[in-house]
């Protein structure tokens, strides 16, 4: 009679950044247990992993070397540098799959921490629903990096960001200029853009770049010091939030009516970014924000302008636009030069109005507040669909968070009435729900339902979708905040070239 084997167990194990007295008590009872110890190396390496817990391995353990077919992105292999990977991962996985389904235990050893940047994930995506698994923290190699350098790394309410050196150059800069803390990973070869990218954010002076962190031959020195040839893999780059929050949190702190205004105060801009693209934004509105030394806007509008060395930013959410205008008005007060940022075109459902709301306040009568116009959504729209907007036409918010929702209806129906093409900005959020059905009904008492519609969604960016359907037609359900719709007039229409509303009446 055969017996059924019971499958081994499969254990990810953090083994730390390179002392080995910095292994967990439980991650040296599972090695030592192991029947399998796995262990990732470069060709021709090595293994780090290997080398921190090889004391630990029991007797007539077998070993599992796991050698990487490629360590950069130069391959030929049909699928790239990430086909070649998902094959040697799967392969893997095989590997070990097969001493588990013998009944043996098997411990993948994994340099810091499993789950924090380590090839361990792979091996868990592909074995962990087959077979009973467990996961040992260790002590990642950033934690080992400011214990070294003695670099108090956040304090209280600072905020640590983690970041691999693989990002964009642009987009790294203005995650470092937007955190507290920051720790960056990945170096090797992009080590020179990761340091223009903390000179940009204002950061590099404060920077601290770690090699090989707890193993014997660990050292450390300022960023700007490093010879940029000679930094290995096995490094990362500590930015302690000190180094911005001493400056931010006092900011922060102080209130903005007890600092004291400079001699002379400056032009406060107000700036439209268009809806998208870098293309979309004027030369004139690029030059500006070139100048500034802050930007002050909505968190997504405020990520869209490049980091730079002087620029300070200044994020805020959604619904807080007079806040953010007055914060704005007291830095120009201060004689900084300061420009709010919106998108599409500041002067349309945009922050001009909110800033000149807030600028009737006496404080701010030595500010001059100066608008600079941007390509607008219904702009972008209706040029993606062709010439809905040729003739007259009509601009409306659906948002009630302002006006009530009778006066929105009131003017639905005068619109329709004066038979005006009609752009709705902010037709549906995740709070309101049903107010696009029922502006359609509102407009189909005095609109064919053959009346063409467009709904452009996140025109200009990726994934963007232009649909041309009717009133009659439109479905309520597939409209979210990132659409714009727009409702022809009874004279517009739908040709081989696109949409239009003819200039003349009849």
């Not at 490049?306 to 300070?312: C, D, E, K, V």
């Not at 972008?380 to 929702?405: E, M, N, T, Y």
């Not at 696009?436 to 063409?452: G, K, M, W």
Request: aromatic content about 6%; glycine content about 10%; overall charge neutral.
């Amino acid at each position: 009679m055969s017996t059924v084997t019971a499958p081994g167990s499969f254990a990810g194990v953090g083994v730390g950044p390179g002392d080995p007295e910095l292994l967990t008590l439980k991650a040296a009872r599972l090695i030592g247990r192991a029947d399998v110890i796995a262990y990732h190396s470069a060709r021709g390496r090595r293994s780090n992993a290997r080398r921190i817990a090889a004391d630990l391995f029991p007797a007539g353990v077998v070993e599992e070397r796991l050698v990487y077919p490629v360590t950069t992105g130069a391959t030929d292999h049909p699928g790239g540098y990430t086909g070649v990977l998902a094959e040697f991962y799967e392969e893997s996985a095989a590997r070990l799959a097969a001493h588990l389904d013998e009944g043996r235990n098997v411990v993948l050893l994994a340099e810091g921490d499993p789950l924090f940047y380590g090839s361990y994930m792979y091996m868990h995506d592909r074995l962990s629903e087959r077979y009973p698994t467990e996961i040992v923290p260790g002590v990642p190699a950033f934690l080992a990096a400011t214990a070294m350098t003695a670099s108090p790394l956040v304090r209280q309410t600072d905020v640590l960001t983690i970041l691999p050196g693989t990002l964009p150059e642009p987009e790294l800069a203005r995650r470092l200029a937007d955190t507290d803390g920051a720790i960056i990973m990945k170096l090797g070869r992009t080590f020179p853009a990761v340091r223009r990218a903390l000179a940009a954010a204002g950061r590099l002076d404060h920077a601290l770049y770690v090699e090989r962190a707890s193993m014997p031959e660990q050292r450390w020195q300022p960023v700007a010091d490093v010879d940029e040839t000679k930094v290995p893999y096995f490094s990362l780059i500590v930015v302690t939030g000190d180094s911005l929050n001493g400056r931010r949190s006092r900011d922060a702190a102080e209130p903005a009516e007890a600092r004291a205004p400079s001699a002379g105060a400056a032009e406060l801009l107000v700036v439209g970014l268009g809806p998208g693209p870098g293309g979309w934004l004027t030369p004139e509105a690029a030059a500006a924000l070139a100048e500034v030394g802050h930007v002050v806007g909505y968190g997504p509008y405020v990520n869209r302008v490049p980091q730079r060395p002087g620029l300070t930013r200044h994020a805020s959410g959604n619904t807080v636009e007079v806040d953010r205008a007055r914060f704005a008005l007291e830095l120009a007060r201060r004689g900084e030069k300061v420009a709010v940022v919106s998108g599409g075109d500041a002067g349309i459902f945009g922050m001009a109005a909110a800033v000149f709301e807030a600028a009737e306040d006496p404080a701010f009568a030595e500010v001059s507040v100066r608008v600079l116009p941007g390509v607008s959504a219904v702009q972008a729209v209706a040029a993606r669909a062709g010439a809905p907007i040729g003739a007259d036409f009509a601009v409306l918010s659906l948002s009630d968070r302002l006006k009530p929702w009778e006066v929105i209806e009131r003017r639905l129906r005068a619109v329709a009435e004066a038979d005006l093409v009609l752009a709705v900005y902010n037709p549906a959020s995740r709070s309101r729900t049903g107010q696009v059905a029922t502006a359609r009904d509102v407009l189909l008492r005095h609109r064919s339902p053959d009346t063409v519609v467009v709904v452009g969604r996140d025109v200009g960016r990726a994934g963007e979708s232009l649909t041309v359907t009717t009133l009659g037609e439109l479905d309520p359900a597939a409209i979210d905040m990132k659409c714009l719709l727009i409702v022809g007039a009874s004279s517009t229409r739908v040709s081989s070239t696109g949409v239009w509303t003819p200039r003349y009446v009849r």
